[in-house]
């Protein structure tokens, strides 16, 4: 009975482990594709940039993915221009 109770256990406890450390690994990589410079930035390390930006033009904060066109290249010259 003891053997049976382990295998059961076993499983839920390997579950929650894997989905935490595939949780956590996505988020890590989060990347953004800059169309104009063809590079890629990790966001997570990127919202200090971008957050000097907004500051430095005057800009209202917006979510980056709910600026225009123009906008977003704006900020990719600016940051290309700010390493």
Avoid at 35 to 59: F, K, L
């Amino acid at each position: 009975m003891s053997s049976l109770f382990k295998k059961f256990i076993a499983l839920p406890a390997a579950v929650v482990f894997a989905s935490t450390v595939l949780m956590a690994g996505c988020a890590v990589h989060a990347r953004v594709y800059d169309p104009y410079y063809h590079d890629y930035h990790a966001w997570n390390g990127e919202t200090v940039y971008y957050s000097q930006w907004e500051h430095d033009t005057h800009r209202d904060h917006k979510d980056f993915n709910k600026r225009s066109d123009a906008e977003k290249k704006e900020y990719w010259d600016w940051r290309h221009s700010h390493q």
